[in-house]
């Protein structure tokens, strides 16, 4: 798989824990379960992002993929 490729897969997985996190509040409220949870969702986009970062000296594309506490309601 080349850089290119890896890169898009990585967004992708990104953009699904987004959404994972949008459909878990509207699923759960404002719980501290449902805080809980976001944390933990928050923390792999975070370990995602960080490989895309230390990937980018390979020519990776890197984009914002950062959840923050915003998302909570």
Avoid: F, P
């Amino acid at each position: 798989m080349d850089n290119a490729q890896r890169s898009v897969l990585l967004n992708k997985a990104v953009d699904l824990l987004h959404e994972a996190d949008v459909l878990l509040q509207q699923a759960m409220g404002a719980g501290e379960e449902c805080y809980c949870i976001h944390n933990a969702i928050e923390c792999a986009a975070d370990d995602i992002t960080d490989v895309i970062i230390n990937c980018d000296s390979e020519g990776l594309d890197r984009k914002s993929t950062r959840l923050n506490s915003s998302h909570v309601k």
